[in-house]
């Protein structure tokens, strides 16, 4: 059975850092892209960031230059190294499988989830 669980959530002050982490279990995803999204309160889930099979990236446009994710697929762990913090980054972290190698950003492209984990910006 497949299990991806996230850490490294928290609160943190405004132009603050946190890390998030994601343990995959159950099969290696080294030949999948691998995904984190974001669900605010009383918003719809959104991509956030995207990595592919041969670690190629893509964030969406209010995180460019501020996160970066990555992965170490000899733990089969994600990452996001989330930096310069804003209220406007407070939500729930979801990360995500995709059934392919191909970075995307559409929910419905990616298989396996976690539960999340909650990050919270605030002064």
């Known amino acids: 059975q497949v299990h991806l669980v996230e850490s490294g959530g928290g609160s943190v002050l405004p132009g603050g850092s946190l890390r998030l982490s994601c343990a995959a279990s159950?099969?290696?995803?080294?030949?999948?892209?691998m995904g984190w999204f974001r669900q605010a309160p009383g918003k719809e889930r959104e991509f956030v960031a995207t990595?592919?099979?041969?670690?190629?990236?893509d964030y969406t446009e209010s995180v460019k230059g501020r996160f970066t994710i990555s992965r170490d697929n000899a733990r089969n762990t994600l990452y996001l190294q989330m930096n310069s913090l804003k209220p406007d980054d407070t939500a729930v972290y979801y990360c995500?499988?995709?059934?392919?190698?191909?970075?995307?950003?559409?929910?419905?492209?990616?298989?396996?989830w976690g539960q999340g984990t909650q990050v919270t910006v605030s002064s």
């Open positions: 159950g099969r290696a995803f080294s030949t999948n892209a």
């Open positions: 995500a499988a995709a059934g392919g190698r191909f970075a995307t950003s559409r929910r419905d492209e990616y298989h396996y």
């Open positions: 990595i592919n099979w041969i670690f190629v990236t």
